[in-house]
C-alpha cells in the first residue's frame, strides 16, 4: 500500500521537524529564584540585567566548586552558592549554562552569557581578554595514587612524570614552564574536564594529576581509597568572576554584591559549609 | 589587526597568528600523530576487514555467525565510547600492573580504531566479493580449487577493484574521527590547536591551521587513490582520467588506451 506507507513517512517527517523545533526553542539549566535579601543595589543601569536574570557560565564538572548534585541537572558547589548568593544581593534570578572550560571565555565574548563563574585564576592572558572581579584566593595540588608510590612533594618532582591535566588551565600553563627547569620533561596529558584526566590516573595511565587543591582534595576524598593529594597548596593565586570588557556597569555592581556578602557573613558562611575556610580574598 | 572592511563589518582574523602556526613544530607533531594512527588504524582494519569478509560470506555457520556479530558491535557502538570502554573501562576492570603498563593510549587508540574500522571494512569486502560474477567461483571450483584457494586467486583480486573507492573514503573518514582521541588524551591535529587556541583566545587562525593540514592529507590521498583506481582498470578500454595521468600526456608521454589520442 504505496499510499498509506507515504502518510505515513510524511507524518514521521512532521514529527521530527515538530521535535527539532521544539528542541531548538528548549532552555539550558537551572532557573533560581532571588527573593528577599538584596534589592540594595541599584542595578538599573546594568543592560545585562534588564530582564532580571543573571546569565552565568560554569564548566559544572570540577567539585567541589561547580558539579552537578549526583543524579541529577542541578548544579551545586562552591562557586554555585556565591553566584547565588550574589544574585540574592542584586535581587534577580540566576541561570547556569554548562560551558567546556577552554570555551568558555570565548562564550563569554559572544554573550553566550553574561559572567562566568568556573574555579577560574586571573591570569595577565585572560585579562587581555576579560575584566575579572577577584573572589577567592586558591592554589594548586597534586593528586597522586594511594602511598605517593613516586614520592612527589611539590612541582619540582613531577619532572619525567606523567602528568594529567584539562585544557586551558594554569595547570597545564605550569606544567609547561616547569619544563624549562627540567632535565627530564614532564609529560604532559590533556584531556577535556578533569574528571577524564582523574580517571587516567586512575587507571594507572598518568603518575599524577594536576589541578585546584580543593578540587585535588576532593577527588582524593571520593576515590574510595585509589587517590590521595600532596598536602602542599602550589602558588595561591585569586579567583575571579569573568566578564566581557564592556560590561563596566555589570562589573561595578557583582563588586558591590559581592561586598555585600562578604559584610553580612553570608561569604564566609559558604566557605565554611563546604570546608574551606581559608580560601577567603585577602 | 582588525581588516579594513570593519567600516562595514568587524572582522578580526590574524594572519599573522595563522602563519606563525601553520609550520609549528607543535602542530606537525600532532599532524605526524594523526597520520600514524590513522595509517595504521587502517591498515590493520582492511586486513581484518577482509578476513571478516570472507567469513561472512562463507557456509560455514560459525564463521557466518561470528563475523556478523562482530560487525554489529563494532559498527553499532560509537568509536568514542568504544575509546572510553576499551582504554579507560578495561583498564579499571583488569587491575593488573603487567596489562596497565603496556595497554597505552596509543596503542589502545590504534588497536580500538582498526578494530572499529575492520566492522565497515567487513562490510565493504562483502560486497566487493558479491560483485564478482559467480561464474568465477563455478569455474575456480571446476579446476579443482577449494573456497579459500578460489577467494585467495580469482575472487579477492577482482573484489578489489570496486573496493577501492569506498575503502578510500573509508580512510578520509578514519582520519577526521581521530579528533575523539582527546577522550583518551591523545593530543592530535584538532586538538593540538583546541589547546593553542585556549592559551591565545585566537580560535578561528588556531582551526584554520589544522583544517588546513585535513584539506591537505585528504587531497593527498584523493590523488593517490585515483592513481590506484587507475592501475587496477589496466585492461579496460575507457580508462579513468586522473590529475597525475592528465599531467603526463601534457608532458608528451604517451600511454595506450588513453581518451582520444
Known amino acids: ?282 | 589587526m582588525i581588516a579594513p572592511m570593519s567600516e562595514l563589518l568587524a572582522i578580526r582574523y590574524d594572519f599573522d597568528v595563522v602563519w606563525d602556526f601553520l609550520f609549528d613544530p607543535i602542530v606537525l607533531e600532532a599532524l605526524w600523530e594523526t597520520m600514524k594512527i590513522s595509517t595504521l588504524a587502517m591498515v590493520g582494519g582492511v586486513v581484518l576487514g577482509i578476513v571478516l569478509a570472507v567469513m561472512r560470506v562463507s557456509r560455514n555457520p560459525v564463521a557466518s555467525t561470528a563475523s556478523g556479530l562482530y560487525v554489529w558491535f563494532w559498527r553499532g557502538t560509537p568509536v568514542i565510547l568504544q575509546l572510553l570502554m576499551f582504554f579507560f573501562g578495561l583498564k579499571q576492570v583488569i587491575d593488573e600492573d603487567i596489562f596497565r603498563d603496556n595497554w597505552t593510549r596509543f596503542r589502545a587508540a590504534v588497536v580500538i580504531f582498526a578494530f572499529n574500522e575492520a566492522a565497515y571494512m567487513a562490510e565493504i569486502g562483502r560486497a566487493g566479493i558479491l560483485s564478482v560474477d559467480p561464474g568465477q567461483m563455478d569455474a575456480a571450483k571446476s579446476l579443482g580449487m577449494t573456497n579459500l584457494q578460489a577467494m585467495r586467486r580469482i575472487i579477492l583480486p577482482q573484489a578489489i577493484r570496486v573496493m577501492i573507492p569506498p575503502t578510500g573514503n573509508e580512510f578520509i573518514a578514519l582520519l577526521k574521527n581521530t579528533s575523539v582521541l582527546f577522550a583518551i588524551g591523545i593530543v592530535e591535529l584538532t586538538n593540538a590547536a583546541r589547546i593553542q587556541a585556549a592559551r591565545n583566545f585566537k580560535i578561528m587562525e588556531l582551526y584554520s591551521v589544522a583544517a588546513f593540514w585535513y584539506l591537505m592529507i585528504v587531497t593527498v590521498f584523493s590523488i593517490g587513490q585515483a592513481e590506484l583506481e587507475r592501475r587496477f582498470a589496466a585492461g579496460e578500454r575507457d580508462q579513468p582520467q586522473t590529475l597525475f595521468s592528465r599531467m603526463t600526456r601534457v608532458v608528451g608521454a604517451s600511454r595506450r588506451g588513453e581518451g582520444k589520442f
Open chain 1, 1 to 282: 500500500m504505496p499510499r498509506l506507507f507515504r502518510t505515513f513517512l510524511t507524518l514521521c517527517l512532521v514529527a521530527l521537524a515538530a521535535a527539532l523545533v521544539f528542541a531548538a526553542c528548549g532552555d539550558d539549566d537551572d532557573d533560581n529564584g532571588g527573593n528577599g535579601g538584596g534589592g540594595d543595589i541599584d542595578i538599573s543601569g546594568v543592560p545585562e540585567l534588564d530582564d532580571g536574570v543573571l546569565n552565568v557560565g560554569s564548566d559544572i564538572a570540577y567539585a567541589p566548586f561547580e558539579f552537578y548534585e549526583e543524579g541529577t541537572t542541578t548544579p551545586d558547589g562552591l562557586d554555585i552558592d556565591l553566584a547565588e548568593a550574589i544574585a540574592v544581593a542584586l535581587d534577580v534570578d540566576i541561570e547556569f549554562q554548562n560551558t567546556g572550560f577552554d570555551g568558555i571565555i570565548p562564550a563569554l565574548e559572544v554573550d553566550d552569557f553574561d559572567v562566568l563563574i568556573s574555579a577560574m585564576t586571573i591570569t595577565d592572558e585572560r585579562s587581555e581578554v576579560i575584566d575579572f572581579v577577584p573572589y577567592i584566593t586558591v592554589g594548586t595540588g597534586i593528586v597522586v595514587p594511594t602511598g605517593n608510590p613516586d614520592g612527589i612533594a611539590g612541582l619540582d618532582d613531577l619532572c619525567g612524570k606523567t602528568v594529567a591535566v584539562q585544557v586551558g588551565t594554569i595547570q597545564f600553563d605550569m606544567l609547561e614552564a616547569q619544563n624549562d627547569s627540567c632535565d627530564d620533561d614532564v609529560n604532559i596529558v590533556v584531556f577535556d574536564t578533569n574528571p577524564l584526566a582523574v580517571e587516567d590516573l586512575r587507571t594507572g595511565g598518568s603518575d599524577a594529576n594536576f589541578s585546584d587543591y580543593p578540587v585535588a582534595a576532593e577527588d582524593a576524598a571520593i576515590s574510595g581509597g585509589d587517590l590521595e593529594v600532596v598536602d602542599t597548596q602550589i602558588a595561591p593565586e585569586p579567583y575571579g568572576l569573568g566578564v566581557r570588557k564592556t560590561s563596566t556597569e555589570l562589573n561595578a555592581v557583582l563588586d558591590e554584591a559581592l561586598q555585600a556578602i562578604i559584610d553580612d557573613g553570608t561569604y564566609q558562611q559558604i566557605l565554611d559549609d563546604w570546608d574551606l575556610p581559608d580560601i577567603a580574598l585577602n
